[in-house]
């Protein structure tokens, strides 16, 4: 799967990798999987971040995250407004057990903004100085991020009731939400897991 698709294969003159590909690429499609590289078979709408994301919830008692990563990989072709929700669950989950995780005082709205208010100032980064202004610049995007997410989910999401013309959505834009909010989860774990040592 891996080869080039114009390379040839052993099956016979004239016979090239790509129809071989084709018909995998089909027989995966049908069940919902795709092939990534290196021989990884993964849900359809799953990312290699999620892959990263779900080692991490193999590794710890992160029930909450699970739960809501599975439902928002799972909905993002057939219900994009509910994938909008479970991304900003994510977040919301990973923050709660950051902060649980170091004893931080829990806010008192559990929404995503105050939680990120929290968590953000504990974050210890690269002590470096040259490279300050730069965290800054990333957290501030963080920040937006979230903000956004936040946002898209009341706005569109399914967690606060649809009146008769809600806005629409097209699976891209629910899965930039639903990667977006895997890749600052993974971030949140790599700091709790690294506490670890």
Known sequence: MDLPPNSFSRAGAGSTVESGQKRIIDALSKNQLVYRLNGFITKSGSTPISKTLEDYLKSGDYSSIENEFLRAVENIQTDPHASVTAACAIIESALKCYIEKFN??????????????????????????TLAGDQHKILKGISSLIDGIGAFRSHIGSAHGRGQNPPQIVVAEARLAVNASHTLVVFIMDVIHASKF
Do not use: C, H, R
Not at 106 to 113: E, I, R, S, Y
């Open 104 to 129: 931080l005082p829990m806010p008192q709205k559990l929404n995503v903004a105050p939680l990120w208010s929290v968590v953000q100032p504990d974050l210890d980064l690269n002590s470096d100085p």
